[in-house]
C-alpha cells in the first residue's frame, strides 16, 4: 500500500469519560485502545502513519508507541477536521492516498477497511467512509442522503439535529480520501455549532461538488461503535471479548461456558486446550496446546506450555514448562519458574523461584527467592523464610531432597541432594548432601553413609 498513509486521530479532549487518563490510552481487553487502529494500519502494510495527539496525552502516546509512528500536536481540540489538518506537516504531497481511523473506534475490522481501500480506489472516489444501520443513532454522526440515495452529508449529534433513540444509518468514523482533494478542501470547512471544524464536514463539501462521497456498508454494526463514555466503553470491551473468545474456539480451543472466559486480546492459547468456566488470561499470557485451565483460574502475563493442568489458581509473571499442575487454590508470583512436569497443589505460594524437573510440592506452604532441583519433595508447611526483617535471602534446595512437613528454612541456608529435614525442623545452617536435619533449632542426625 506504497502510495497510502494513516493518520489516527487521538487529540480530544475525551470529557466524557470523566477520566484523568487519557481516552485512547484507556484499554479495550487489557489492550490500550490507540493500538487498535495502529496494528489496523500495520496489517494492511501502511508503513506511513501519523497520530495526532494533544499536548497533554502525547508523551503517554508516544510512550506506548515510540517512534514505529510520526506525531502531529493539535494545540487545541477544535474538532476532528482541525486534527486531521495538523497532520498535513508530516505528510504533504508524500502520498495520493490516507486512511483515516479514531482512536477510540477499535472494533473496526481489518477486512472491512481493505474493502474500503478497495472500492475507493475502484470508484474513483475523493471520500469513501464506513457506514452502518443501528437501532439507535445516540451520539454519533448520522448519515444524510437524498431520494436517490446518494450522500449528501452527515449531520452530527452534537449540533442537536436528530433524535438520540431514533434508529439510523450512521458513520462509522473510518474514511479513505484522496490526499489532493482533501488538503485543498478541508481548510474550507466551517466549523460546526460547537464551533469545531468537523472531518464530516467534508462529505457535504465533496457531494455538493458532484465529487465521489461513497458509503461503504458495513453487516456488523457494532464495528462502528466508538468509545465517548465508560458505558460505550464496558459495551465494546464485551463485543470485543466475544470477538475474541469465538476467534479462539475457532482456532482449536475449547471452552464450556465461553460467556465466563475472559481473554485479553494479547494472549496465545494453543490448540485442544480446554478453558473451564470462570477463567480470565490476561496480558501477555502465552498458552501451550492441550492444557486444562480453570474452572477459576486467573493468569497474567505468564506462560505456560503443552498439557499443563491450572485448576482454580492465580498465576502472575509465572512461567510453567510442559505437563506442570498446578492448584487447587495457588498463587505463583512473578518469577515462579516451574520446569517439566512440576506438581503444585493447593494453597501454595511462589514467587521469584525455579522449581526443578519433577518438584513436588503437593501442599500449603511458601517458596520465595528458591532454587530446587530435580525430583525433590516439599512436604506440607514448608516455608523458606526469605526475609530478615531488612532483606531478604536465597535458598537452595538440591535435586531428590526430601523437605519434611512443617519445615522452616531460614535463609541464606541450602539443603543438600538427597538430603532430608525432619518435621517441624527449623534448619538455620546447611545440611549437607544425603544427610538429615531434625530439631529446633535443626542438628544434622543421619550420619554420613559410607558406602
Ligand atoms: C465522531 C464523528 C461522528 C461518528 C463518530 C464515530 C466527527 C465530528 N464526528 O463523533 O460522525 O459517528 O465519531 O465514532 O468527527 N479528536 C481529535 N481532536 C479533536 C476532537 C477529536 O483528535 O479536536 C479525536 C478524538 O481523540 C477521537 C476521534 O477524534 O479519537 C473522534 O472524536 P470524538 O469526540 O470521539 O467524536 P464523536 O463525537 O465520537
Ligand atoms: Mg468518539
Keep these: ?61 508516544r510512550g506506548l508507541l515510540g517512534d514505529s509512528v510520526e506525531y502531529a500536536v493539535q494545540p487545541e ?23 483515516v481511523l479514531y482512536g477510540d473506534t477499535p472494533l473496526v475490522r481489518y477486512d472491512t ?6 472500492s475507493h480506489l475502484n470508484h474513483g472516489a475523493v471520500m469513501s467512509m464506513l457506514v452502518g444501520s443501528v437501532p439507535a443513532v445516540k451520539d ?12 449528501t452529508g452527515i449531520v452530527e449529534a452534537a449540533d442537536g439535529e436528530h433524535e438520540p433513540d431514533a434508529p439510523g444509518e450512521i458513520n462509522g468514523g473510518v474514511y479513505c480520501f484522496s490526499a489532493s482533494w482533501l488538503w485543498e478542501n478541508l481548510e474550507r470547512i466551517a466549523p460546526g455549532r460547537t464551533g469545531e471544524k468537523y472531518i464530516t464536514s467534508l462529505a457535504a463539501a465533496g457531494a455538493a461538488a458532484g465529487s465521489g462521497v461513497i458509503g461503504v456498508e458495513t453487516q456488523d454494526p457494532e ?66 496446546a492441550r492444557c486444562e485451565v480453570g474452572p477459576g483460574s486467573v493468569v497474567r502475563d505468564s506462560k505456560i506450555g503443552d498439557g499443563c493442568r491450572v485448576t482454580a489458581s492465580m498465576l502472575e509473571g509465572a512461567t ?27 494453597f501454595a505460594e511462589i514467587k521469584e523461584s525455579r522449581l526443578g524437573p519433577g518438584v513436588m510440592m503437593g501442599h500449603f506452604g511458601y517458596v520465595g527467592d528458591a532454587s530446587i532441583g530435580a525430583e525433590a519433595n516439599l512436604g506440607a508447611g514448608m516455608v523458606t523464610c526469605n526475609y530478615d526483617g531488612e532483606s531478604k535471602h536465597r535458598t537452595v534446595i538440591e535435586a531428590n531432597a526430601f523437605v519434611g512437613c512443617d519445615t522452616m528454612l531460614v535463609a ?36 554420613e553413609t559410607t558406602d
Excluded at 454522526?141 to 450522500?151: F, M, N, T
Excluded at 496480558?283 to 501451550?288: L, P, R, V
Excluded at 505437563?323 to 519458574?337: E, N, Q, T
Aim: aromatic fraction near 4%.
Design 113 to 118: 477497511v481493505k474493502q474500503m481501500t478497495t
Design 320 to 346: 510453567l514448562e510442559d505437563g506442570v499442575s498446578v492448584g487447587p487454590f495457588s498463587h505463583l508470583r512473578p518469577g515462579a519458574y516451574l520446569e517439566t512436569g512440576a506438581h503444585v497443589g493447593n
Design 223 to 288: 464495528e462502528l461503535l466508538g468509545v465517548n463514555n465508560r458505558i460505550q466503553l464496558a459495551y465494546v470491551e464485551g463485543a470485543m471479548r466475544r470477538r475474541i473468545r469465538d476467534e479462539w474456539m475457532l482456532a482449536g480451543v475449547s471452552m464450556t461456558d465461553p460467556d465466563s472466559v475472559f481473554i485479553d486480546a494479547d494472549v496465545s492459547i494453543g490448540q485442544d486446550t480446554l478453558l473451564l468456566p470462570n477463567t480470565m488470561l490476561t496480558g501477555g499470557t502465552e498458552i501451550g
Design 77 to 99: 481540540p477544535q474538532g476532528t477536521g482541525d486534527a486531521l489538518s495538523q497532520a498535513r506537516g508530516a505528510l504533504a504531497n508524500r502520498v495520493e492516498h490516507l486512511l
Design 140 to 151: 454519533l454522526g448520522r448519515v444524510a442522503r437524498d431520494e436517490s440515495g446518494r450522500i
Design 412 to 447: 541464606p541456608v541450602k539443603v543438600g541432594a538427597g538430603a532430608a529435614t525432619g518435621a517441624g525442623a527449623v534448619v538455620t545452617t546447611d545440611v549437607p548432601p544425603g544427610r538429615l536435619a531434625v530439631g529446633v533449632p535443626a542438628r544434622i542426625s543421619r550420619p
Design 1 to 61: 500500500m506504497g502510495q497510502w498513509a494513516g493518520v489516527i486521530l487521538a487529540a480530544g479532549a475525551g470529557e466524557r469519560m470523566r477520566s484523568r487518563l487519557s481516552k485512547t490510552l484507556h484499554t479495550v481487553c487489557g489492550k490500550e485502545m490507540i493500538r487498535y487502529p495502529v496494528e489496523l494500519l500495520r496489517q494492511l502494510g501502511i508503513d506511513r502513519v501519523v497520530v495526532a495527539t494533544s499536548p497533554a496525552n502525547n508523551p503517554d502516546v
